[in-house]
Every structure is written in C-alpha cells, then in structure tokens.
C-alpha cells in the first residue's frame, strides 16, 4: 500500500483553492495568446496532413523502392496524424471554439479516419478517463491490459491487430446504440476504410485487392507500437485509486499522470498532449497541443513549488519497466494507493 504526503494544502478546501489559482495562472496565458497559437497552429498540421495524401499515394505508383518506402512512410504518420492527433482533439472541442463545427470534426476524425464510434470515443476518453483518471474500473486504462498474452506478444505483437480489431469493436458497440445512429456511424466509418482502399487501387496502381489490403495495414499499423506503448505508459504503474477514496482532481491528475519527453514524429502525429504534455492535458483537457505546450512551463513551475508531482520519465525508461515488471503491472491487480490528508 503506498502512501503519498506533501507540503501542500491539504482537503477539499485547500486542493480547490490549488486548483483555482493554478486555474488562472493558465488562463492568463491563453488569454495572451493569438487564435493561431490556441487553435490554428494545430489546425495547420491536420491541414498538411491532408494535403501530404495525394504526394503519400502517388509514391505508392513508383517502382522505386525508396520513394514506395516514402510513401508508405508519408500515409503512415499521415494517418495517425489525423487519427490521433485529430481525433484526440476534436473529442475535446480543442479544434475550434464552435460547438458545431467542433461536432462536425469529432465526426470526420473519429468516424471516418479512425473507423470508430464518436459517441463512445467522447464517452470512453472524455467521460470515464478524464472524469475518473487512475480509478479503478472506470478510468484506469484497463481497456489497454490484456492479461492473457505474454509481455513479448503484448509489446511487440500486438499492437499490429490495432488497426484490424478497431472497426471490428465499432461494430460491436453500434449494435447497443439507436439504428438511424448506428446507420449513420457505419455509413462514415465504411466510407473512410473504402476511400483508402480505392485510392490505393485507382491512384496508386495496386492491381490486387490483396495487395491493396496488405498496404492498408501496413500504414495504418507503422505507428501502432508507440502508440499502444504511450497509452500505457503515463497512466498504469502510477498511483491507483477506489471510487469512494479518489483524492481532489489536482492531486488525481498530478499523481496519476505522466509526461514523455518530446519526440518529433510522436509529437507531430500524435500530439503534445498525448506525449510530452500529458499531465497538462489531464489538468487542462480543452486546451489545444500547442496551447499544453505553451502552459507547460507555468504548470510544472506551480506543481513544483507546491510540492506536488509532476511526473516524467523518458520512453525507454518506461518501456523497459513495463517489460520487466509486465505481471505486476498488466496482470495483477494494482494496488490502491493511500492518499494521507489528500482525500
């Protein structure tokens, strides 16, 4: 059983008092920045992901083996861009402060790009992960733990079924969920897989539907070992908590939240709240990537001179822990950590 104590003020009172300063020290910052720096920076990124397609698909055309590379490289980071990257921040309403331009993205991202419901990508990672971030059973990652493989299947196998077993469970969610929905999930969802297939048949030259398969998977699998790797990474091995014992939300996210240094291909195709911003996206979660970057500095500076955690740790430190302790930390229960003062 761990316990955790700090110079920080402590109960309910106190965490809402940190919270709330911390609050508007983040709040001055955003309110100084430019709409480019809010939203259009990472607007930009998504936009020449777009436009890298056409280049992406006319490389796969070439007989050359380094520029067909190229282009399963491009396609590749192209889709985790808009997969990752954009859904993560559509979901969250941090593309655009419109709610319905915001409904109308979180649609493309997450239904036609990713092939998976919106409903319950917002309700999944909005709702239970944020909402109950390290509890257990509700928004722990355990959706992440699959007891029964091993660690070497787990960490290096794996993650290639991703891009395969992700419209299957769609399929099984939208059987729960109302038909003209579902209709329409399946509609969007079957457009995007069938717009890459037929791109890769028409412009990319691909003369057998096998082979066109084969590639589809290859680029929408180049990314998927960091990115099964990170979403376990800054949450599991960290403070865990019970429902009635769950501690104030500052304490819960500077606890339970861990951040990566920055890494350029992670960090434009999946984003700085997802890599190395983590623990500002948990505190923050409507911000922007390029906003969670920006606060950075005056969120760990607060955390810090409160005494508080503010987590971090390099991926191969990471990944070496989770290959050498992967019954403990993927098998086994966690244990619940014990808060002194802080609930």
Known sequence: METARGAAPQG???AEALLGELQARVQDVVRASSWWERHGVDCAILALSLLSLPPGFLCLSSDHVLVFALGIAILGVCHYTLTVKGSHLATHGALTESKSWSKIWT??????????????ARHGH???HHGYTNVLGLGDSSTWKVPRL???VYMFLAPLSIPILTPLVAVERLRKVNPRV???TLGLISLGLYSHYWLLL???GFRSPGSALVCMLSTRSLLAHPYLHINIFQHIGLPMFSLDKKPRRIHMMSLGVLNLPRLPVLDWAFGHSIVSCHVEHHLFPKLSDHMCLKVKPVVSQFLREKQLPYNEDTYLARFWLFLSHYEELMVQAPPITELVGLQ
């Open 107 to 120: 649609h493309f991202f997450v239904e036609v790009c990713t092939a998976f419901p919106a409903e319950d």
């Open 12 to 14: 309910s009172a106190g």
């Open 126 to 128: 909005v709702k239970m």
């Open 182 to 184: 579902a209709l329409r």
């Open 202 to 204: 028409n412009v990319s």
């Open 150 to 152: 091993n660690r070497y």
